[in-house]
């Protein structure tokens, strides 16, 4: 069965510092991978996804980058923080199945917040 | 205009009874249609598909009205764990596959 893992599950940064959460998928082969950020009370915001190895999509402007090394592993990464920063973010994946896409499946999110 | 919209709520309803929760969506070329449950400071979690005829697990009943662009979730005999969001999700195949989520619908279950 597939199973998704990210980390840290909290974290506490200050403005400013970098950021680095990892997100690795294991039982299935060439999944599709995104990551998701949710404010506070707010819903969730797609931030990058990635159909495979290298290829990246950014969906909205801001201070973070996304990379995908490996087939399985998912990099949200951010050179400054800013306080704006803080928020729930979410690695999800899913497949192709013929016609259409498989439900997303999240991971366990991990809860940032910039001081 | 949001491509996928719910009621925000919240509903607030006893234990035992029974709620509906309503789904539209805007773009017709969307292709499969889901809920998803969301606890407090927790990630979603896929509660069900939902399929052109209608589906039922349990005490939860999915139905989908294409030519309405509309998807609704039936809760049966409320439990106070049934206490969440509860997200209406729609994937359409329309430049590049996209998951839609709605914004989410806020339910508390009270003894």
């Known amino acids: 069965s597939q199973t998704i893992h990210q980390w840290p599950a909290t974290l506490v940064q200050p403005v400013g510092s970098p950021l680095s959460l990892e997100c690795t998928v294991e039982?299935?082969?060439?999944?599709?991978l995104y990551w998701y950020r949710q404010a506070a009370g707010r819903g969730l915001q797609l931030l990058f996804y990635s159909v495979g190895i290298g290829q990246i999509s950014s969906e909205v402007p801001q201070n973070l980058s996304a990379s995908r090394p490996q087939d399985r592993q998912f990099i949200l990464s951010s050179k400054k923080l800013l306080l704006s920063d803080s928020g729930f973010y979410l690695c999800?994946?899913?497949?192709?199945?013929?016609?259409?896409?498989?439900?997303?499946?999240f991971g366990n999110g991990t809860r940032l917040t910039v001081t | 205009r949001k491509e996928v919209e719910q009621d925000p709520g919240p509903f607030n309803v006893p234990e035992g009874a029974t709620v509906a929760f309503n789904c539209t969506y805007s773009n017709s070329a969307s292709q499969s249609f889901f809920w998803y449950r969301q606890d407090c400071r927790k990630e979603p979690k896929l509660l069900m598909s939902v399929y052109s005829s209608g589906n039922e697990d349990g005490r939860f009943t999915a139905q989908l009205n294409r030519a309405s662009q509309y998807i609704s979730l039936l809760i049966r005999d409320s439990k106070l764990s049934d206490s969440a969001t509860y997200l209406c999700?729609?994937?359409?195949?329309?430049?590049?596959?996209?998951?839609?989520f709605g914004a989410g619908t806020r339910l508390f279950v009270k003894a």
């Open positions: 039982g299935t082969s060439n999944p599709n």
């Open positions: 999800a994946w899913s497949v192709i199945r013929g016609q259409g896409k498989s439900p997303l499946h």
């Open positions: 999700v729609v994937n359409r195949n329309t430049g590049g596959f996209k998951t839609i």
